[in-house]
């Protein structure tokens, strides 16, 4: 069965800070996707990227970045130079499947990340 | 506007009393999902929809029935309401056609049952 682990419950920085939500997974199959969301304190769930099991590749948008470490099962995400605004709750996601377009969703517990000025 | 919605928003109901929540989404998607979250758990899966007349279940569906006549309302009903089911309820869809593998999901709705 597949698994998401959010290791870390909450995390604070102050503003300007660098900080890095970790996310490990399980799966027995070599065809799945890894997603992040965020959930704003409005309680929306926000998509923030899509990766699939063979792309490995590291991505960066802006102030933030994903590291995909299949060898380590672990996609995590780092905020670089923080804002109040980051503050929010941050979901890894794990589907199974060849498509990963239509394959069910198992979250982690989520993050709470808290950014202060 | 196009999207996915969801109602009630909020609601308030007693232990026993059925309740049924809606999901409406407006891009023809063919997959439709129920999640409920809560703290420590995150998100999780109670039933979902590969289309018109057909669900099947996921991770939490005892207590919950689905249906699907159309393609673009997948309604959730509790049909006997207990307090455990006090939840955040989201619904998703996802279309097949692009490989886009995104889950766009509803605003949600905040059960509470006393």
């Known amino acids: 069965a597949q698994k998401v682990t959010q290791a870390q419950t909450e995390i604070s920085v102050v503003e300007k800070e660098d900080v890095t939500l970790d996310c490990v997974y399980e799966t027995r199959d070599t065809t799945y996707y890894l997603f992040w969301y965020k959930q704003p304190p409005s309680g929306e769930l926000v998509f923030l990227i899509r990766?699939?099991?063979?792309?490995?590749q590291n991505e960066i948008s802006g102030r933030y970045s994903w590291n995909f470490q299949k060898s380590t099962s672990s996609f995590n995400f780092t905020i670089t130079a923080s804002q109040v605004v980051d503050s929010a709750v941050y979901f890894c996601?794990?589907?199974?499947?060849?498509?990963?377009?239509?394959?069910?969703?198992?979250f982690g517990t989520g993050t709470r990340l808290q950014v202060t000025l | 506007d196009a999207g996915i919605t969801q109602s009630p928003r909020y609601k308030i109901t007693e232990t026993g009393r059925q309740v049924t929540l809606m999901c409406h989404q407006t891009?023809?998607?063919?997959?439709m999902f129920w999640y409920r979250q809560d703290l420590g758990h995150g998100l999780r899966l109670i039933y979902y929809s590969a289309a018109a007349d057909i669900t099947d279940k996921g991770e939490v569906p005892d207590g919950y029935v689905v249906s699907r006549s159309k393609t673009e309302n997948f309604p959730l009903t509790l049909e006997s309401a207990t307090r455990s089911q006090t939840s955040v309820y989201f619904c998703?869809?996802?279309?097949?056609?692009?490989?886009?593998?995104?889950?766009?999901f509803g605003p949600g709705t905040r059960l509470t049952v006393t």
């Open positions: 891009w023809s998607h063919s997959y």
């Open positions: 990766r699939n099991s063979f792309d490995e």
């Open positions: 998703a869809s996802i279309g097949i056609a692009g490989g886009l593998g995104e889950q766009y």
């Open positions: 996601a794990l589907s199974e499947g060849d498509t990963g377009t239509a394959s069910k969703l198992t």
